[in-house]
């Protein structure tokens, strides 16, 4: 099994440019999660997908949409790249973990962006 | 330890020594709680989790308690080893429908040779 796979795993935008940031999972996990973590901080919920077909605003969504396109993907979308964006961007899936017996975050490696 | 507000803090130990990894959480609300680790270019993994209604649990090596009555998360881990070196995120989940998690800012753990 891939897990959460992210592409791309780097890129340099110039403010004002577009990007998307694609996410798929291959756990038939339910939820899907876009976060983006800054030097220091821990990592802050951008957007959810708690299940195919909604998406839902977490913590910092200012600047970025979603689009859940089936169970399997969740993008996210820069429609107009600040330098306040720059950023590691994880996404995420969970479902119930075999061994923990709980509903678990899987990660995919991370994104990382600059805007210069 | 780790609390959200705080400036990573950083944890150095010799191999073979346990280290512990500290954090205060603020939602008494809370039911849930896991640690998670991530090493240097990586994804965070799961590492243990635990339900408010318990006190401890251990798994391989990492044990995590819980203090309800002062807020207060610890991750134990028994004879740290040179891969043990990462950054350490607690995150409590406050309940409700949704599975959502908030992170705490993490602690560097260094495990010296």
């Known amino acids: 099994n891939a897990g959460v796979t992210q592409t791309p795993k780097f890129q340099v935008l110039k403010t004002g440019q577009s990007m998307t940031l694609q996410c798929a999972q291959d756990?038939?996990?339910?939820?899907m999660y876009w976060y983006r973590q800054d030097p220091g901080m821990g990592l802050r919920l951008i957007y959810y997908?708690?299940?195919?077909?909604?998406?839902d605003k977490g913590e910092v969504p200012n600047g970025y949409n979603v689009s859940r396109l089936n169970k399997r993907e969740f993008s996210l979308r820069l429609e107009s790249a600040a330098p306040s964006q720059t950023s590691v961007y994880f996404c995420?899936?969970?479902?119930?973990?075999?061994?923990?017996?709980?509903?678990?975050?899987?990660f995919g490696a991370g994104s990382r962006l600059t805007v210069l | 330890g780790e609390s959200v507000g705080l400036h990573l803090p950083t944890l150095s130990v010799q191999e073979g020594d346990n280290s512990i990894i500290n954090c205060a959480y603020s939602?008494?609300?809370?039911?849930?709680f896991i640690w998670y680790k991530q090493e240097s270019g990586k994804g965070p993994q799961f590492i243990i989790d635990?339900?408010?209604?318990?006190d401890k649990r251990q798994g391989q090596r990492v044990t995590v308690l819980l203090n309800k009555t002062v807020k207060h998360l610890s991750l134990q881990i028994a004879a740290t080893q040179p891969g043990d070196s990462a950054v350490y995120f607690c995150a409590e989940n406050s309940g409700g429908s949704n599975y959502k998690l908030t992170f705490g800012k993490g602690t560097l753990l260094t495990v010296n040779p």
């Open positions: 635990i339900r408010s209604n318990m």
């Open positions: 997908s708690a299940s195919e077909g909604t998406t």
């Open positions: 756990m038939n996990h339910n939820s």
């Open positions: 995420a899936s969970s479902g119930r973990d075999r061994i923990a017996g709980a509903n678990v975050l899987t």
């Open positions: 939602n008494s609300a809370s039911d849930y």
